[in-house]
Nanobody
Framework: QVQLVESGGGLVQTESSLRLSCVTSGRTFSSYAAGWFRQVPGKVREFVAAINWSGGSTYYADSVKGRFTVSRDNAKNTVWLQMNSLKPEDTAVYYC???????????????????WGQGTQVTVSS
């Protein structure tokens, strides 16, 4: 079974950058599409970005397009979320998710994902 562990969160200032990592343990992560979501207490979980199994297809929420980049290295069992030009409204707990999916789809709804990490806190101060 594939397990997901996020890291890389922290407290940064506006316009700073952070890179989140999602490392998987288990076999055949290369068969999984991956996504990033975020959640603020009291609000619904929000889609951020997704990447297909090969890394050839990506999709972003409008709120992060042009600032965030999702990438992966299947040989390292790792998916990254590079976050640039961070804003206070990006403050949230960020979650990595994965779903067994061998096509170009980039799922963008949380119910489409089978596996979730524990989350990592990102706080952007103004």
């Amino acid at each position: 079974q594939v397990q997901l562990v996020e890291s890389g969160g922290g407290l940064v200032q506006t316009e700073s950058s952070l890179r989140l990592s999602c490392v998987t343990s288990g076999r055949t992560f290369s068969s999984y599409a991956a996504g990033w979501f975020r959640q603020v207490p009291g609000k619904v979980r929000e889609f951020v970005a997704a990447i297909n199994w090969s890394g050839g297809s990506t999709y972003y929420a409008d709120s992060v397009k042009g600032r965030f980049t999702v990438s992966r290295d299947n040989a390292k069992n790792t998916v990254w979320l590079q976050m640039n030009s961070l804003k206070p409204e990006d403050t949230a707990v960020y979650y990595c998710a994965a779903r067994f999916l061998l096509n170009d789809r980039t799922p963008r709804y949380d119910y489409e994902y089978e596996l979730w990490g524990q989350g990592t806190q990102v706080t952007v101060s103004s």
